[in-house]
């Protein structure tokens, strides 16, 4: 459970960083979906370092882990782009509100691919297997 609430709060910083960018560069006049994209990976960096250090306190291989954090972001990335373009361009909702649905939908997807493949370290599976 305690994973799981600083997940959160890490996910809500991480929201607010990437809401905050998808914002900035859609008032900028930058295409909806690429600031989408755009504020999405800036978010990323932020909620890598914040997990692996904090939420899950992984200490294993940084490139791997960061293989695996990178995997699951484009997944979720890709339903969160696919949730905000059905929203926005088919369906004809607000272009924020839409973006903060899409978010919450993807923050499930995303805690538990993190929590049971990218920062399941190696001791975790073999306490469970004594």
Known sequence: MEKLLKFGLVGVVNTLISIGCYILFVKLGM?????????????????YYWNKKWVFKNKENH?????????VNLVVLSFNTLCLFLF????????????????????????????????????NNQKQVN
């Open 31 to 47: 295409h909806y979906l690429l600031a989408n994209i755009i504020s999405y990976l800036i978010g990323l960096v932020n909620s």
């Open 63 to 71: 490139l791997s882990v960061f293989a695996k954090f990178v995997i």
């Open 88 to 123: 926005v361009h088919k369906w004809g909702f607000n272009q924020y509100l839409s973006q903060l649905v899409a978010t919450a939908l993807g923050m499930g997807i995303n805690f538990i691919l993190n929590k049971k493949w990218t920062f399941e370290s190696k001791m």
